[in-house]
């Protein structure tokens, strides 16, 4: 990520500037498994100084494509995969000083790999499967506090 300041035109035609994060963005996965239970995952953040539960995600590496880095994502985060991932939505989280884009999909059927992927050393990560009732409980109760998780689920909860 880089940090940019910009100056710019305002409408009223004065100088202002204007101080944004460059962010390559990232894909998320909601992962639903043959039984019909969301796939989510907790981890510390350290920005915020605390536990996240959240659907599996992670930044673009150089010239990613959405779709690799949910399903890498998936596979390194969770031990899942499926071979039914399609485009759910996009959506900008901090539109007011980032231009990140997440691209979450829909990853249907997913499955324990039989081969364990090796994720990011400095991720501490527990999965966790919800079902329908259980993830309504989560949303009301705001267990789960993370945009783009709370957009998933929502979807999730209208499927």
Same mark, same amino acid.
């Given at each position: 990520?880089?940090?940019?300041?910009?100056?710019?035109? !305002?409408? &009223? $035609?004065?100088?202002? $500037?204007?101080?944004?994060? *460059? /962010?390559? @963005? *990232?894909? @998320?996965?909601?992962?639903?498994?043959?039984?019909? $239970?969301?796939?989510?995952?907790?981890?510390?953040?350290?920005?915020?100084?605390?536990?996240?539960?959240?659907?599996?995600? *992670?930044? /673009?590496?150089?010239?990613?494509?959405?779709?690799?880095?949910?399903?890498r994502e998936l596979a390194e985060e969770t031990g899942y995969t499926s071979d039914?991932?399609s485009y759910l939505t996009a959506i900008y989280p901090t539109p007011g000083y980032? *231009?990140?884009?997440?691209?979450?999909? !829909?990853?249907?059927?997913?499955?324990?790999?039989?081969?364990?992927? $090796? @994720?990011?050393?400095?991720?501490?990560?527990?999965?966790?499967?919800? &079902?329908?009732?259980?993830?309504? +409980? !989560?949303?009301?109760s705001n267990e789960v506090i993370d945009s783009k998780t709370l957009i998933a689920?929502?979807?999730? +909860?209208?499927?």
């Amino acid at each position: 990520m880089n940090v940019y300041e910009d100056e710019v035109i !305002l409408p &009223d $035609k004065k100088l202002g $500037k204007r101080l944004y994060i *460059g /962010h390559p @963005g *990232g894909s @998320g996965v909601l992962a639903i498994t043959p039984d019909d $239970k969301v796939i989510l995952v907790k981890q510390y953040r350290y920005a915020i100084k605390s536990y996240l539960i959240e659907i599996p995600a *992670g930044k /673009h590496d150089a010239n990613d494509d959405p779709f690799l880095t949910a399903k890498r994502e998936l596979a390194e985060e969770t031990g899942y995969t499926s071979d039914d991932i399609s485009y759910l939505t996009a959506i900008y989280p901090t539109p007011g000083y980032s *231009g990140e884009i997440i691209t979450i999909y !829909l990853a249907k059927n997913a499955y324990l790999m039989t081969e364990k992927i $090796k @994720g990011d050393d400095d991720e501490f990560i527990t999965v966790m499967c919800y &079902d329908k009732a259980q993830v309504n +409980m !989560l949303i009301s109760s705001n267990e789960v506090i993370d945009s783009k998780t709370l957009i998933a689920l929502q979807m999730f +909860m209208n499927m």
